[in-house]
């Protein structure tokens, strides 16, 4: 009697499902094995974003300023547009000469100025601000050291420094205010787009670009700027006295900008040096140290970012408008 080779009893695994299912069970755990190492990898790389993170986070300050154990001049930089929300803010560069001032071993302190100008906001607290350390602290001396520019709000921060140096090339001065928009009032009329503005308050849609302008709109704004024009002017007067050759030239307080040859002869400031110059020749001092404060860079994104959203808003609800800056 012939045996059943199909029957259950003889039934089982040949040696190529053996092979196969070898091939199936290597196959499970190198994919597995992969499937940590990138694991691993991915741990690994969110560990190092949020270290990276977190330095990012911290706000930052060129060189361990608050360590220097020697005699040294401490320098703060006041560089680019004066704005709130910039580099060179009002608070950025307080917290910088607060530092500078309480640091024991800074024997002087440097402002080294490279600006157009900006707020006059921004520009008055940061004049304020030094004249309560200059008298909190009597026997450390500030100079102001402008390189390629120190005009207009820039000079009205300089002008509160116990003396101001520059460059012979250097632009210093322009001691006035602007306030600048456009008129586009009879473009839009041959575009045949009308404007509609709904204002409380007969005077809220002042500057409005797509309106006339008013006699009596120009006479207020010129009001304001005039009374600004007037605190910059009484600001530089405080700060350089009898320095001032006002007599000489009558268009010292116009806008008007020279060089740093002519400004050291309109007494605009007190002399040719580069802040290297200002800190050996002046100071006294071969030592300087960097306290200027910046923003982080996470900082800076965030503050970019809300600035555009706020800017997308305000154009959607025809909020921009001009503000008076001293540059």
């Known amino acids: 009697m012939e045996s059943d080779n199909n029957s259950p009893a003889n039934s089982g695994p040949t040696s190529k499902e053996w092979k196969l299912l070898e091939k199936l069970l290597g196959q499970a755990q190198a994919e597995q094995r992969k499937t940590r190492r990138w694991g691993i990898f991915f741990k690994s790389l969110t560990f190092i974003y949020l270290f990276a993170l977190l330095f990012m986070m911290t706000g930052s300050r060129s060189g361990d300023a608050m360590a220097v154990a020697e005699p040294h001049v ?4 006041l560089n680019g547009v004066i704005m709130a929300d910039s580099e060179a ?3 950025l560069i307080s917290r910088g000469l607060r530092d500078a001032f309480e640091a024991e071993n800074a024997e002087a302190v440097l402002l080294r100025v490279n600006s157009p100008g900006g707020s006059p906001v921004q520009s008055n607290f940061v004049f ?3 004249q309560r350390l200059r008298a909190e602290y009597p026997d450390k001396k500030l100079y102001a050291a402008i390189t390629d520019m120190g005009a207009s709000g820039a000079y009205y921060i300089a002008a509160a420094a116990d003396q101001i140096y520059a460059d012979p090339a250097s632009i210093v001065g322009s001691i006035g ?3 600048a ?3 586009v009032q009879e473009a839009a009329e041959k575009l045949g787009v009308e404007r509609r503005v709904y204002t409380a308050g007969e005077n809220k849609a002042l500057l409005d670009p797509f309106s006339p302008v008013r006699e009596s709109d120009r006479e207020h704004v010129q009001t304001m700027l005039n009374e600004i024009h007037q605190q910059f002017i009484g600001a530089v007067k405080d700060g350089r006295g009898d320095r001032l050759k006002v007599d000489e030239n009558p268009e010292l307080f116009s806008g008007l900008f020279w060089t740093g040859e002519r400004a050291l002869e309109l007494g605009l400031i007190d002399g040719l040096k580069s802040p290297g110059q200002v800190a050996r020749d002046v100071a006294g001092l071969e030592e300087m140290v960097d306290y200027t404060v910046t923003r982080s860079p996470v900082d800076r994104f965030l503050k970019r970012f809300g600035t555009s959203i706020g800017n997308g808003i305000g154009q959607t609800l025809g909020l921009e408008g001009g503000a008076p800056t001293l540059r």
Do not use: K, L, R, W
């Open 74 to 77: 401490a320098v703060v930089d």
């Open 89 to 91: 803010s009002a608070d």
């Open 128 to 130: 304020n601000e030094i």
């Open 177 to 179: 205010v602007i306030m």
């Open 181 to 183: 928009s456009f008129g």
